[in-house]
């Protein structure tokens, strides 16, 4: 499919490849900015989210906190009504009629739905508004924690949930009720007479949050100080009364402000807390809910630039493809004259254009008028051509007359009986003729040892006992060929530098092998070795293609190499001052082709 897609973009006019290239660099920056955005905007928006539904979250717990506030100074109002006092400390002319006008003061709070007093007499009243009737014994609330825990808090509000008492303290209720519950004093003793119990249906706290909850998946839940839920109302299986629970038990809510994993989704949850009954208002939102409305109208918003961008660039790409591409449809169309062999057209550009094109439309017509030229001369070049032959079948004369002149030489020396003499001009005819080679640039493993044999035993007789050497080569390897002379300049380059001031004998180490499919060289001396910065300049002479000022048959064999085996052979040149120099050549087996 790739292959198909770029075959495609390969056969289109480079107009089109512009257009194409403009669109994609425009949609791809275009995306990148987006996603930048979206992260950043993203990012902010949970903050915003998250600070909005805590707000939200006071703003119904301070409701909540103003009822229950209410509700307690109702308490203290008939704590200091002369009829409850009546009531908990009886008089001879009292009647529980009497309580009978503080029914009217329930009907004005409508959101109050059971009163009820005792006193420790065992008298027991009660007001309903909500058609629940029936209290428990007073002798029956005595005997409860509930009772202790109003007696501990010496006539101070305390608030819970009806539900998570362990009796019964209306007998027929109608509705799920939290109640404020506090300690009646008589005002003559000052002792303990009775106990106030105001409720307040469930519901009526739900209403407060249940417009909050319209359009969410949402949850809000009330919580006692010691991790009881009160009250839950949620938009979402997902959010119950049990996962509400979990939470709490983690201590997940340690904070206002929350994000968390739950089920794969992320959740955001606030808290806030209710003073008056130390109780905590929770909300929990699903996050991606929450910002989904903001981020859709971003996403829209995006698409409309998107498209004016669009359309923008392909004006504006239409424009200039047309304008860059004119000049190569000139050059084409011309190229096309000079294939049918008129090669004096030439192309006509704009003289004050001097962008890539109108460098390329020059070079064009110079190197047309060049190609001119140059037909012109192919005569010329041919004559020169079959001249350079003649000199060269002309130079092969010469070679063989030295060879004469140095067997004649070698004939005379064995005749005087000089063994020594003509055994330096046999290494001497030998090297020659190795050396030219009749010619080739090739010649087998087995030749060049033989070369290097016949070097290295004439400058033994030149350095006497202060040169020593060893030649291993592996018999396996004999047969193949390389190119000629790549491995006499290095040991010439051991011979001169290494014995260059140097006290000791000087031993030169010569081994060939086969590594797999490469042929291996080595050629290693203990001569003085080079430093650092002599072997980095070899290295930088090898690797440039600087004209060399220095080793100049290192860089000869260098350049042969890289001639006939390209980059598939490797020149490996390893020194230390003082411990001699090492020379590793490997070269491919049969890359090059001797008949060529």
């Known amino acids: 499919m790739l292959l198909k897609l770029k075959n495609y973009f390969l056969r289109l006019s480079i107009k089109y490849k512009i257009l194409i290239l403009f669109y994609s660099i425009i949609v791809v920056t275009s995306l990148v900015l987006a996603l930048f955005s979206y992260t950043i905007s993203t990012n902010q928006l949970k903050e915003e989210v998250g600070n909005l539904l805590l707000r939200d979250t006071k703003r119904i717990a301070a409701s909540i906190d103003f009822l229950q506030r209410d509700v307690n100074e109702l308490s203290s109002f008939l704590f200091l009504d002369q009829r409850v006092q009546n009531f908990i400390s009886p008089r001879p002319d009292f009647t529980k009629y009497s309580l009978e006008p503080l029914a009217s003061l329930l009907a004005s709070k409508d959101y109050i739905s059971f009163i009820m007093l005792y006193s ?15 209290v428990a014994d007073f002798y029956e609330l005595k005997s409860t924690d509930f009772f202790k825990q109003i007696i501990k808090n010496k006539g101070a509000p305390i608030w819970l949930s009806l539900n998570s008492l362990p009796f019964t303290l209306i007998a027929k209720n109608n509705y799920p009720k939290i109640a404020m ?8 003793t000052y002792e303990p007479a009775g106990v106030l119990i105001i409720c307040i249906n469930i519901p009526t706290i739900e209403k407060i949050y249940m417009e909050d909850l319209k359009e969410k998946e ?3 839940f009330i919580a006692d100080s010691n991790n009881r839920i009160i009250s839950l109302e949620s938009t979402t299986p997902q959010f119950t009364a049990t996962f509400a629970q979990k939470l709490l038990n983690e201590n997940i809510l340690s904070r206002e402000n929350e994000i968390i994993t739950a089920n794969s989704s992320k959740l955001l949850i606030t808290s806030s807390y209710i003073p008056t009954s130390n109780w905590r208002l929770v909300s929990i939102v699903s996050l991606e809910n929450a910002i989904n409305a903001i981020r859709n109208s971003f996403v829209l918003l995006y698409i409309r630039v998107l498209i004016l961008c669009l359309i923008f660039a392909f004006i504006i790409s239409m424009y200039f493809s047309s304008m860059l591409t004119a000049p190569l449809q ?10 049918q062999g008129n090669f004096r057209e030439q192309v006509n550009i704009d003289p004050h254009a001097s ?15 060049k190609i001119n030229q140059l ?25 063989h007359f030295l060879y004469n002149t140095l067997d004649t030489i070698f004939w005379k020396a064995e005749k005087s009986h000089d063994s020594e003499i003509s055994e330096m001009i046999y290494s001497l005819s030998r090297l020659f003729r190795l050396t030219l080679n009749r010619g080739s640039e090739f010649i087998q493993v087995k030749g060049e040892k033989e070369l290097i044999e016949h070097y290295l035993f004439l400058q033994s007789k030149r350095y006497k006992n202060k040169l020593q050497y060893s030649i291993e080569i592996d018999p396996e390897i004999l047969d193949h060929y390389i190119p000629k002379l790549i491995l006499q300049p290095f040991v010439e380059n051991a011979i001169v530098h290494g014995m260059e001031n140097s006290t000791t004998p000087t031993f030169i180490q010569i081994t060939g092998e086969k590594e797999g499919e490469n042929l291996c060289f080595t050629i290693k001396d203990n001569g003085i070795g080079m430093s650092k910065m002599q072997l980095d300049r070899i290295k930088d002479l090898l690797e440039s293609g600087k004209e060399a000022t220095f080793g100049y048959a290192i860089k000869n064999v260098n350049e042969r190499l ?5 980059t598939h052979f490797k020149l490996n040149i390893q020194s230390q001052p003082g411990q001699g120099t090492e020379v590793k050549l490997i070269l491919p087996i049969d890359y090059i082709s001797v008949e060529s």
């Open 355 to 369: 962008d890539e094109i109108a460098i390329l439309v020059c070079e064009y017509n110079n190197m047309v008028e």
């Open 330 to 339: 000139k050059l084409v169309s011309s190229m096309k004259k000079v294939r």
């Open 562 to 566: 890289k001639l006939y085996y390209e």
């Open 181 to 188: 519950a506090r300690l009646l004093l008589d005002f003559n």
């Open 375 to 399: 037909i012109n001369k192919v005569l010329k070049l041919e004559i020169h051509k079959k001249e350079a032959e003649l000199k060269a079948l002309e130079a092969q004369i010469n070679p």
């Open 218 to 220: 949402a949850c809000f």
């Open 120 to 134: 420790f007499q065992g008298d027991k009243y009660y007001f309903s508004n909500d058609n629940s009737t029936g």
